[in-house]
């Protein structure tokens, strides 16, 4: 063999190696999984009951959790992880004294903050079809490609929903899209309270009887 | 079948489907009969009723019924622990009015300032609701406390699943209601918000319920239920206020619109308004337009705001105030009235609507409109029988959720009526509803029957809707009269609020777009932020009679529904 074919040989493993890399990925092998460490942030996008609601679900996973409805980026700073629980209220965005807007832009400015700290973002939205609408879609569309992990109350593609139909955050497939779009780890829930098995598997906590 | 047939057979069949589906989802909220007829702002209230007519309980027992249903179901609208005002028409031919709105505590006095107290004891009054229906039911009614609560204790002890609506209040009060021990530990289990469909027991209620079907309402306001409620608002609601407290038996104000006779609420609360606005109408021909033509809105909104004007200068309690009503009633002073309405013009609501002078019917000077701040959370049940007794009741514990101060181990919250009152002003010595002891704070709920030409009844109708009520209740009377609507398009279609305290005429989505321009055009300020069938303008609950048959209607706007025995 000669140099010059050699190099050709050298350059064509190269390509083959890439390729088959690039194969790999594209064939959906499983991303780099995130870790998800404590103590534990949890806001609301959208001032409605849900981020008050995961602060009870953390307390019961056993998670270091600090709950502030509406937080601020100082106090990202402190935190492992941000759990954000996505759901437009007028109720509370109002209580808040902001409008849809104004909360798009508060949120947006927090969640650049928490990638630039390297902070893993888990974002829910637990309080099914109630909390989907023009805002609350809006807040989805946008901070959901963003999460590290989505858990959503909704139906799974392609599985029955056995809940009241308007408890399912997820018939049109909202989630599902965005999940598959951003190659975002999902967890479906049918019931609130199985958020906190979700909680328990991604934070990784084990119990005195495991 | 051909491909193309095929497919124009299968998308017939699909739309017939969905119209199917569409129409079954009002299913429940429009029901026809012969034989009786219950509208409320809940299916299973409803039922509750019908349930006591077929049992054979006249309209009262089962309005009765049906009312402390809806504490059951609806809780964050009305309780034990509320208030409320109830317009009877008895075929017999007697028209009765039963108040049993709240009281302010005897020991208030003008140093308070309602509007520092809008949650917590110190923003209660002392409750009727229990004396208002157990009057009602002594009086009027054909059966016992007992065999009419038997519904309301049957859904409070045995539970009822959660509807989308009261899984959204719950929501709503997630923030204050999750830091109370003894409300949460029944609205919110687990700490959560209830799953829809989940089972809601409330056995506290229950137990209330018991106690005043066995021991009537001397459990409540002499008994230990007192007690409770005593130690509950810390003695702001104290023991001997509440034996003081009595349900009035009243007449109910008359008025005739269109050679119909409308039967509606004496003061303290907004049936008067709705008589002399109708008054005013009655010298206009409406039945030439129809509900979106910009003349029909303009009238209704410049008389509604006449209406309204009168509120201010002389609608207070009645038993503290004289209350010019002969005057206010006359079709002279609507006359007056009325010619102050200018087609060409709309009147600036808070500035240059003056209040009249029923007694001379002439103008007094103009006056500066109180801010008045009325809640939503208030229900109405209308309910009618085969023998043509007809009752219709506003129901309400002022804010949803009320005072958000619940009776430990009774299980129900107390109202939050106070700040309805107006804080003491030495520049208006006049004012007819200043705080005091004892007193009935102002409202506007406006239960309301129609008996039409003939004497029979009508209609009957009524809303929840705080300041909207007035305007919607008139609306929807002249929707079927005037327009000649059915009642379920007179309900559906959209309205507008007019009263002479809102700066802005608000219009509910759908009016059509020259109407909004020609409006702008005659110098109304309008407010066009509401979506359609939007909650902010009420929940009409209403029955409609023609040809014998009666139409329920449950409110489109608040998932209400309708039952026949």
Redesign the interface.
């Known amino acids: 063999m000669n140099r010059r074919t050699g190099a050709w040989m050298i350059a064509l493993m190269i390509l083959v190696t890439a390729c088959g890399a690039v194969w790999a990925q594209e064939e959906g092998a499983e991303p780099e999984a995130v870790i998800f460490e404590q103590p534990v942030l949890i806001t609301s996008i959208g001032q409605?009951?849900g981020a008050?609601?995961a602060r009870?679900?953390a307390i019961?996973a056993g998670l270091d959790a600090t709950y502030n409805?509406r937080t601020s980026v100082e106090e990202l700073e402190s935190f492992a992880t941000l759990i954000v629980v996505m759901g437009a209220?007028s109720?509370g965005l109002g209580a808040a004294g902001v409008d849809i807007d104004g909360e798009i832009e508060w949120a947006t400015e927090l969640i650049d903050k928490a990638i630039e700290l390297g902070i893993p973002v888990i974002a829910m939205h637990i309080?099914?079809d109630?909390r989907r609408g023009a805002s609350s879609d809006l807040i989805a569309t946008t901070f959901a490609p963003q999460a590290d992990y989505l858990i959503v109350k909704g139906s799974m593609p392609d599985t029955e929903w056995t809940?009241?139909e308007?408890?399912d955050g997820n018939k049109d497939g909202l989630f599902t899209t965005l999940a598959a779009e951003g190659e975002i780890p999902i967890a479906y829930i049918t019931?609130?309270?199985d958020a906190i098995d979700v909680l328990v598997e991604i934070f990784g906590i084990t119990t005195d009887e495991e | 079948m051909k491909g193309r047939s095929k497919g124009r057979v299968l998308c017939c069949v699909g739309i017939a489907v969905v119209a199917l589906v569409a129409w079954a989802g009002f299913a429940g909220q429009v029901e026809t009969s012969t034989e009786g007829m219950v509208a409320t702002a809940h299916q299973l209230a409803s039922d509750a009723g019908a349930e006591i007519l077929a049992a054979g309980g006249n309209a009262v027992d089962a309005a009765v019924a049906a009312a402390f249903a809806i504490t059951v179901v609806e809780p964050n609208a009305s309780s034990l622990g509320g208030e409320g005002y109830m317009v009877i028409s008895l075929a017999d031919g007697r028209d009765i009015a039963i108040d049993y709105r709240s009281w302010s505590p005897g020991h208030v006095t003008t140093d308070i300032i309602p509007g520092d107290y809008y949650y917590g004891a110190e923003s209660t009054c002392i409750p009727g609701v229990v004396a208002g229906l157990a009057l009602a039911l002594e009086e009027y009614g054909t059966m016992t406390l007992a065999e009419v609560m038997a519904p309301a204790i049957r859904l409070a002890k045995e539970g009822f699943a959660l509807d989308a609506t009261l899984q959204s209040r719950i929501s709503d009060a997630y923030d204050w209601m999750a830091l109370d021990p003894v409300a949460s530990e029944i609205y919110l289990p687990d700490g959560l918000i209830p799953e829809l469909g989940a089972l809601l027991v409330q056995s506290d209620l229950a137990h209330a319920f018991e106690l005043i079907a066995e021991y009537g309402p001397s459990v409540f306001y002499r008994g230990e239920i007192a007690l409770a409620i005593d130690e509950a608002t810390e003695g702001f609601l104290g023991y001997t206020d509440l034996q003081r407290y009595a349900a009035v038996i009243r007449e109910p104000v008359l008025s005739e619109y269109r050679g119909y006779e409308i039967i509606g609420t004496p003061p303290i609360v907004a049936g008067i308004t709705v008589a002399e606005t109708l008054n005013i109408l009655d010298y206009f021909d409406m039945s030439q337009y129809t509900w979106s033509d910009v003349e029909a809105v303009h009238i209704m909104a410049e008389a509604l705001k006449l209406g309204s004007a009168d509120r201010m200068p002389y609608i207070g309690d009645p038993d503290f105030y004289d209350i010019p009503l002969e005057g206010l009633l006359s079709t002279e002073y609507a006359g007056a009235r009325a010619g102050l309405i200018d087609m060409d013009s709309a009147m600036v609501p808070t500035k240059s609507v003056p209040a009249g002078n029923p007694e001379y019917v002439y103008l007094l000077q103009s006056y500066e409109p109180t801010n008045e701040v009325y809640s939503t959370s208030t229900t109405q049940l209308s309910i009618l029988d085969e023998d043509g007794n007809a009752v219709s009741i506003t129901q309400t514990i002022s804010s949803f959720w009320g005072s958000r101060v619940m009776v430990e181990g009774y299980g129900f919250f107390i109202n939050n009526e106070l700040h309805n009152f107006n804080a003491y002003n030495p520049d208006n010595l006049g004012d007819v509803n200043v705080i005091g002891p004892y007193k009935r704070p102002r409202t506007v709920i406006a239960p309301t029957i129609v008996r039409d030409p003939d004497g029979e009844v009508y209609l009957v109708v009524g809303t929840p809707g705080a300041g909207r009520i007035p305007s919607t209740v008139v609306e929807t009377i002249v929707n079927v009269i005037d327009f000649g609507m059915s009642l379920e398009d007179a309900i559906k279609a959209p309205k507008f609020c007019s009263r002479v305290s809102y700066s802005t005429l608000r219009m509910e989505a759908g009016y059509p777009q020259e109407t909004l321009d020609a409006l702008a055009d005659l110098g109304h300020r309008l407010s066009t932020s509401y979506g359609e069938l939007d909650l902010y303008f009420g929940g009409i609950n209403a029955i409609l009679v023609e040809d014998g048959v009666m139409t329920g209607v449950g409110s489109f706007r608040r998932d209400g529904g309708a039952a026949a025995p």
């Open positions: 409605s009951a008050a609601q009870v679900l019961k409805q209220s109720k309080e099914g109630s809940e009241d308007a408890a019931k609130t309270l």
